[in-house]
């Protein structure tokens, strides 16, 4: 069983930065996909960015160029920066962590706010 947890949330005016972390910790794979999800209220779950374990990264449509996914790999930990922040970015984000193929494992969600 692998558990994440996410940190870094928070409120933001729009045009600003946040940075989050995702750890993940428990039954380590060295194969993986790891990254972000976001949902707003009403909407579905959308990926925003994910990142495996051969480095090949994923971008959602509506991110791309304003946000970039990282990693440590001695932390088992996955970062997102996030840039030029909309209103359109509000929404709980989750990370996630799997086997390809698989559902994995959510963390409990960090809420971001783009407000002025």
């Known amino acids: 069983q692998v558990q994440v947890v996410e940190s870094g949330g928070g409120l933001v005016q729009p045009g600003g930065s946040l940075r989050l972390s995702c750890a993940a910790s428990?039954?380590?794979?060295?194969?993986?996909?790891m990254g972000w999800y976001r949902q707003a209220p009403g909407k579905q779950r959308e990926l925003v960015a994910e990142?495996?374990?051969?480095?090949?990264?994923n971008y959602g449509d509506s991110v791309k160029g304003r946000f970039t996914i990282s990693e440590d790999k001695t932390k088992n930990t996955v970062y997102l920066q996030m840039d030029s922040l909309k209103p359109e970015d509000t929404a709980v984000y989750y990370c996630?962590?799997?086997?390809?193929?698989?559902?994995?494992?959510w963390g409990q969600g960090t809420q971001v706010t783009v407000s002025s």
């Open positions: 996630n962590r799997k086997l390809p193929g698989t559902a994995g494992s």
């Open positions: 428990g039954s380590i794979f060295s194969l993986y996909v």
């Open positions: 990142i495996t374990s051969g480095g090949r990264i």
